[in-house]
């Protein structure tokens, strides 16, 4: 099994941020430094224990689909080559191969652009209670797992802290301009719909996800990580149920131990043991091998 990425050190470089699972690097006027590492949280809190190889899963999963959605949308990724990176980053290579891509400046824009395919989550709790996803009215009827007569676009505004408000479109038009809101709609839309589409023929459901997009040059940009697990519910296609428990391509072991473990839920979060810890890695990887269709991760 590969070596666990917790945390990177790059003394040369101005670490930007440290956040629940990248860490991101002032390149200058080269732009920024985006690294995916093992680290995994859970109930708003990043566990001790990190799960091998899910930095690389997360970064070849992105660069995957930037590759997928660049006649879409306008990404902000430009290399994953550590050489043409330049800034001295090859001799870092043990901790920065395959889980790093340098990437334009954006503006990134203060709204979590979160598209739902299916009934899930958050979602179906509100469905039951009021018939409505973040607002918006779906027949009656549907059960856990629905597919939805269309994608809808719900999004959040985001959190420094805890979790991300769901908003109405017109609370998100307000926040960052009419003109911003209706081009990140129909960008998330059109960015979903092609993405499940190819997923589905690949045996993968992609229940719901969400992007972020910044503005670069004066263009709506798509940034940050793209239809990964961590971003995204990924469903088997075979055996899906609607009313039934689905099976899922995500970190769902872990919060299933984690809830069964006696833990409060207020950090520190406990360690994971090394079943649970396999068990995550090998859907992330399954969830890669699927979508993909390469077996090998790149290094």
């Not at 239809?227 to 075979?238: E, G, I, K, Q, V």
């Amino acid at each position: 099994m590969a070596e666990t990425v917790l945390s990177t050190n790059l003394p040369e470089l101005k670490l930007v941020n440290r956040g629940k699972v990248r860490d991101i690097y002032d390149l200058g006027a080269d732009g920024l430094l985006i690294v995916a590492t093992d680290r995994i949280s859970a109930f708003d809190s990043i566990l001790p224990t990190g799960i091998p190889d899910k930095g690389r899963v997360l970064t070849a999963l992105s660069l995957f689909w930037f590759e997928f959605t660049k006649g879409l949308i306008p990404n902000h990724f430009v290399t994953a080559d550590l050489r043409a990176m330049g800034h001295g980053l090859a001799k870092f290579r043990a901790q920065l191969a395959g889980r790093s891509m340098q990437v334009a400046r954006c503006e990134i824009l203060p709204i979590e652009c979160v598209v739902r395919g299916y009934l899930a989550g958050s979602g179906w709790k509100e469905y039951q209670a009021s018939g409505t996803v973040c607002g918006v009215k779906l027949p009656a009827g549907l059960k856990s797992g629905s597919k939805l007569p269309e994608p809808i676009f719900t999004p959040a505004t985001k959190a420094a802290l805890g979790h991300d408000e769901n908003v109405s479109f017109e609370r998100a038009a307000e926040v960052i301009g009419r003109e911003s809101a209706e081009a990140i709609r129909a960008a998330s839309l059109a960015v979903y719909r092609a993405a499940a589409d190819y997923a589905l023929s690949r045996g993968v459901i992609i229940a719901d996800t969400k992007f972020e997009f910044g503005v670069r040059d004066g263009r709506i940009t798509l940034a940050d990580e793209v239809l990964t697990p961590d971003s995204s519910r990924f469903w088997p296609a075979a055996g899906h149920t609607p009313g039934a428990a689905q099976a899922s391509f995500d970190k769902q072991f872990v919060r299933d131990y984690l809830e069964s473990c006696g833990w409060n839920k207020e950090p520190p979060a406990p360690p994971l043991p090394d079943d649970v810890v396999a068990r995550t890695r090998e859907k992330y990887l399954e969830a890669y091998r699927l979508l993909t269709g390469k077996q090998k991760l790149p290094r």
